[in-house]
């Protein structure tokens, strides 16, 4: 299984990224597909998810802002980043899970997998 996140870069706030993940060995539409953040000397945390019946996810610090999707024909997961701020600076980790539920989502612990991090940094 590999998953593979692309899309960071440096913006400036207010503007906006796409990050991708594109995985093999796993079937998107068959898992929940999570994303999350982690910025210099904190834990990384929950950012969205999209689940297997397709309802998404979103910490409240995005909601409104940043949009989960996912293209099953390309098993791709994708994280629309609109009205970029400071505070979402943070390298992004995408994660996928066969067992998650609604109450575990969230939860590091529920990600069976992980890809490699893409950076994201919004300027003021």
């Known amino acids: 299984v590999q998953l593979q996140a692309s899309g960071g870069g440096l913006v400036q706030a207010g503007n906006s990224l796409r990050l991708s993940c594109i995985t093999s060995g796993i079937t998107v539409s068959r898992n929940s597909m999570g994303w999350f953040r982690q910025a210099p000397g904190k834990e990384r945390e929950f950012v969205a998810a999209i689940r297997w019946t397709n309802s998404a996810i979103y910490t409240d610090s995005v909601k409104g802002r940043f949009t989960i999707s996912r293209d099953n024909a390309k098993n791709t997961v994708y994280l629309q980043m609109n009205s970029l701020k400071p505070e979402d600076t943070a390298a992004y980790y995408c994660?996928?899970?066969?067992?998650?539920?609604?109450?575990?989502?969230?939860?590091?612990?529920?990600?069976?997998?992980w890809g490699q991090g893409t950076l994201v940094t919004v300027s003021s």
């Open positions: 994660a996928a899970s066969a067992g998650a539920i609604l109450s575990t989502i969230r939860n590091l612990g529920a990600y069976d997998y």
